[in-house]
């Protein structure tokens, strides 16, 4: 299938971006894209292709900028229930980890999900997940954690792989039995440091090496924070996560500094999220290293808070910056990285083409998929967006509809205005 008569092909072409590299986007004025079965064959402009093949189906793009799906690198999308309550309490004025504190909070949702049935979970996430891919993420990575003991993480996992297995977005699974402090361990959270590491991490690896044998280990996260894990039970779990093969990422300085992002950089994490009360010398260390610094700007909107990941400083360090949604039901129910784009600009400073690289290539750089991901060149994975606007810009100035006409996931066209049908 030759995609093409774009008004402009975003390639992103070239690997994930440091520093101020963020923000090329590979433009092909007219580009063109050939796709063979699930991978990307050839790229070029319209003319170029034609020539060459002639005799190739066609998809109009239509005079619209063409580019890789979005990947969103930090979702938390599977749980029961919903925290509208909250919602309300927080804008009346109490704070999120107040309320995580009187067993609110992530706790309440973990509530809800330990008395989920399997089913009754995989039908909860599943619109999230067909709304993000209306919305063009094509790959999203999707967090455990809200089971908090062994039984409902390991149903949480088993819904996660049956979803990735029935939905045309691909998820990249992570574990993150340390998102808070177990109830049953209120009064002895270095009891459940120690479960999560002696006994769930081995536990996990064999599990996962008996049900998902073709698939990767899953990643390995923690909430490193003030109320949940301290630095040195962060370093126990994820030390302990990485002995066992594990890939790493962390939770950090979402509210307070306690030096998780240096601890990222350190074990060799493929990313450090959140990041709003980043100190300098984390941001250098991040910078000297391949982990990349996840940005989550809807999660301050969402708890109405003013300050942002210093993104400009990440940049200037020379580090990887790379976007998210976050998307979780207690401080930012957002499926949409055109949304986060949008904010991104304003929030932090961003050029749209900053934004968009950080949503692509950088993205996928976070989950550890830049090789096959995040970018259209040959030899990739055809994941693939057709806007319905000619200009790359228009993401990020405009907000609150979806931008997106038609999704291409591993070669398959999904029209976004026929409701998210298979079209051809
Ligand atoms: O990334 N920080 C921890 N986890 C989520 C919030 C989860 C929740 O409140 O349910 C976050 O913001
Ligand atoms: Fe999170």
């Not at 190739?56 to 938390?76: I, Y």
């Not at 994975?381 to 996931?409: E, F």
Request: hydrophobic share 45%.
């Amino acid at each position: 299938m030759l995609i093409h008569s774009s008004s402009q092909l975003l390639t992103l072409a070239g690997g994930p971006q440091r520093g101020h590299a963020l923000g090329s986007l590979g433009i092909i004025e007219k580009g063109a894209v050939l796709v063979r079965d699930e991978k990307i064959l050839a790229v070029g402009t319209t003319d170029e292709l034609k020539a060459a093949y002639p005799d190739e189906p066609t998809l109009d793009a239509g005079g619209c900028v063409v580019m890789p799906g979005f990947v969103d690198p930090h979702t938390h999308l599977i749980w029961a229930g919903d925290r509208a309550n909250e919602f309300e309490m927080k804008m009346g004025g109490m704070a999120y980890l107040d309320i995580l504190a009187a067993g609110g909070g992530i706790i309440s949702t973990v509530k809800a999900t330990r008395t989920a049935s399997l089913e009754m979970l995989i039908a909860q996430t599943r619109p999230r997940i067909l709304r993000m891919f209306a919305h063009g993420t094509t790959t999203a990575e999707a967090k455990t954690g809200y089971g908090l003991q062994t039984a409902t993480e390991l149903r949480l996992l088993k819904a996660l792989l049956a979803l990735d297995d029935e939905s045309p977005l691909d998820l990249a699974i992570t574990f993150l039995g340390a998102h808070a402090i177990a109830p049953e361990y209120k009064e002895n959270p270095q009891g459940y440091v120690d479960e999560v590491s002696n006994t769930m991490l081995p536990m996990l690896k064999s599990w996962w090496e008996t049900h998902a044998p073709r698939l990767p280990l899953p990643f390995v996260d923690v909430f490193c924070e003030n109320k949940a894990f301290d630095l040195a039970q962060s370093r126990q779990i994820l030390t302990k996560a990485k002995e066992l093969g594990f890939p790493l990422k962390i939770h950090a300085d979402e509210f307070d500094n306690l030096g998780g992002a240096s601890l990222a950089a350190e074990l060799g994490a493929a990313s450090a999220d959140h990041l709003v009360k980043t100190s300098d010398a984390d941001i250098l260390a991040l910078a000297k290293s391949d982990t990349v610094a996840v940005s989550l700007p809807c999660t301050p909107f969402g708890l109405a808070e003013c300050q942002y990941t210093p993104a400009k400083k990440i940049i200037e360090a020379d580090a990887f910056l790379a976007l998210a949604t976050d998307c979780n039901p207690g401080t930012t129910w957002n499926e949409s990285m055109q949304f986060v784009i949008a904010l991104a600009c304003r929030a932090m400073k961003l050029t749209p083409a900053q934004a968009i690289a950080a949503s692509t290539i950088n993205s996928a750089h976070a989950i550890r998929r830049a090789d096959s991901i995040g970018s259209i060149e040959a030899g990739k994975d055809a994941d693939i967006l057709i806007l319905s606007v000619p200009d790359y810009r228009q993401l990020g100035y405009r907000y609150g509809t979806n931008l997106v006409k038609q999704v291409i996931k591993r070669g398959r066209v999904y029209s976004v205005d026929m409701g998210y049908y298979r079209t051809a």
